[in-house]
């Protein structure tokens, strides 16, 4: 009995949640030994030949002694690239070596497991496991799901245990896995127990996002995870604006601080690609601009004209009294600014937003004009963005060439309506982690990665030469094709089924190199 109760009363004494990193210097010597794709030991001289047949390879020689370096396995490197992604995103607080996080049983029994990568900050808490392959292939992942399904709500009553009974975050369980082909049931688990899906295509993203702002970029990934979720602080939070119309969109014109916008603000980049097939229209930020921009306010510049964004919701607009609002078409009051996370869609002016992201935090409480609609249409979102930037040299003209291809299903001209369809079976097959061409294509803004060597432009030319998807017949007809359906979903639906069962039987028989089959997908 006595046993028990020094277990029991030392269970009591050891942290919930350890190892943690929550000092400066503690992250930054972390962050050192995880950016590198390498393990390093130094050994004597004269046992080079051991550890040579362990995989280990040399790096330093000294006088006496001899350092060498052994690539980390993939789900060290992927576990370690994530942690770094969080540390870079300003989080204060990160899990270190053999993190575990301990709960107690429904039974009273003291359990502890293995967490690859946990954050915190003061309003939220990641949860993450890592899943990779050497080489691209499936993994079933049901029996992981399972088990974070499991111990969700004891992990949950760690998390705030051990930080404090005020301390109640928002908490966000990801899988973040490399080189694996998701099935549609773990799909489909993973959302059905709140578990977050990242691919290497949206940690490539917000990698290259965050570098090029800093760890302002945060908003953006909350954003993404935490939609329509209120944000802490942010409640009842109003402007003085005025109120009118465009046609049947409803307007406000107001000012409002970077500090607010940013933390609302959210850009919807062609490089994160959404599975509901909304257009993603804006081009990925520009460092070096964000750069100048953020030089160009610290000595003390403004700017005078609006940044652009749409209010994904109704807002609540309080009239001032009748005599301040004699003007029918404009009306003055006070406007209460959207409080969740992704309710602001910028539309225009990302960089002067994010122009503030990397420089002194008094510079935050700068004014920023803004004109912002309400529940506008992704659609309309995006020709407005086409409308104002198809003469600026800065916007990719490809960019705008595959963005007006999205907005053309449907279209009366048979030749943009099957460029459009074939553009969006090609990004389809691209983003989807169960297609065989999971990230095989280049993403505009993004330096494409050795597996990357394919182009959306390229591949729509030789689906729309094929006539699989249809043909134009003359100037006003379109002839079904092999693959076409009733309506364009339906052919879209049997394409990819198509497409992606011949090409997962070549790759699963692995009777012909990547070059070939990719090459095949040109139907010459």
């Not at 773990?186 to 295509?201: F, G, L, P, Q, S």
């Not at 970077?258 to 081009?283: E, M, S, T």
């Not at 960019?399 to 053309?408: G, H, I, S, T, Y």
């Not at 309506?417 to 061409?437: D, I, K």
Request: aromatic letters at 10%; a positive charge; glycine letters at 6%.
């Amino acid at each position: 009995m006595r046993g028990n109760s020094d277990t029991r009363q030392q269970a009591k004494l050891e942290p919930l949640l350890a190892p943690l990193l929550e000092t400066p210097e503690e992250l930054r010597t972390a962050y050192r030994r995880r950016r590198d794709e390498f393990d390093y030991q130094k050994i004597h001289p004269a046992d080079e030949a051991k550890y040579l047949t362990q995989g280990w390879e040399p790096h330093r020689l000294l006088r006496s002694a001899l350092w060498i370096k052994k690539a980390k396995t993939p789900d060290r490197r992927l576990e370690d690239r994530v942690w770094s992604l969080f540390y870079r995103m300003g989080y204060p607080v990160l899990s270190g070596g053999s993190f575990r996080i301990r709960f107690r049983r429904r039974d009273g029994t003291i359990g502890n497991k293995q967490v690859d990568v946990f954050a915190k900050d003061t309003e939220t808490a990641i949860v993450v496991e890592c899943k990779a392959r050497e080489t691209l292939g499936r993994r079933p992942l049901q029996k992981d799901i399972h088990e974070t399904e499991n111990l969700q709500k004891h992990f949950s009553q760690s998390i705030r245990s051990h930080f404090g009974g005020a301390f109640n975050p928002k908490i966000i369980w990801i899988y973040a896995t490399n080189n694996i082909v998701w099935n549609e049931k773990d799909i489909e688990r993973a959302e059905a127990a709140h578990i977050r899906i990242i691919t290497e295509n949206e940690l490539q993203y917000f990698e290259a996002f965050i570098g090029h702002i800093g760890d302002a970029g945060r908003y953006q990934f909350l954003a993404e995870f935490l939609e329509g979720q209120e944000i802490p602080g942010l409640s009842n939070l109003r402007v003085p604006a005025a109120k009118g119309s465009f046609g049947r969109h409803t307007y406000y014109s107001f000012a409002i601080s970077a500090r607010h916008l940013l933390k609302i603000a959210f850009v919807n980049h062609q490089a994160l690609n959404h599975p509901d097939g909304r257009p993603a229209y804006q081009r990925m930020i520009n460092k070096n601009r964000i750069a100048q921009i953020g030089t160009f306010i610290q000595n003390g510049g403004f700017f005078p004209t609006n940044i652009l964004v749409n209010f994904t919701e109704v807002c609540r607009f309080d009239l001032l009294p009748t005599k301040h609002n004699a003007d029918k078409n404009t009306k003055f009051g006070w406007l209460y600014l959207p409080n969740k996370y992704k309710s602001a869609w910028m539309i225009d002016g990302q960089h002067r937003l994010y122009g503030f992201s990397n420089i002194a935090d008094k510079f935050l409480d700068n004014t920023l004009f803004v004109l912002a609609f309400e529940k506008m249409d992704t659609q309309t979102e995006a020709e407005l963005f086409i409308t104002i930037n198809h003469e600026q040299r800065s916007v990719s003209k490809s960019l705008l060439v595959a963005l007006q291809a999205d907005l053309k299903i449907g279209s009366g001209d048979p030749r943009e309506a099957l460029g459009a369809l074939a553009s969006a079976l090609v990004r389809s097959l691209s983003t989807e982690s169960s297609s065989p061409f999971f990230r095989r294509f280049e993403t505009p803004g993004i330096t494409p990665s050795d597996t990357q060597n394919l182009t959306i432009a390229e591949a729509v030319k030789g689906l729309v030469r094929s006539n699989l998807l249809g043909r134009t017949v003359g100037k006003k007809t379109k002839a079904p094709g092999f693959l076409s359906g009733q309506t364009d979903n339906e052919t879209l639906a049997r394409a990819r089924k198509f497409l992606s069962g011949y090409f997962k039987s070549i790759m699963d028989a692995k009777s012909y190199t990547l070059a070939k089959w990719t090459h095949s997908i040109y139907l010459r």
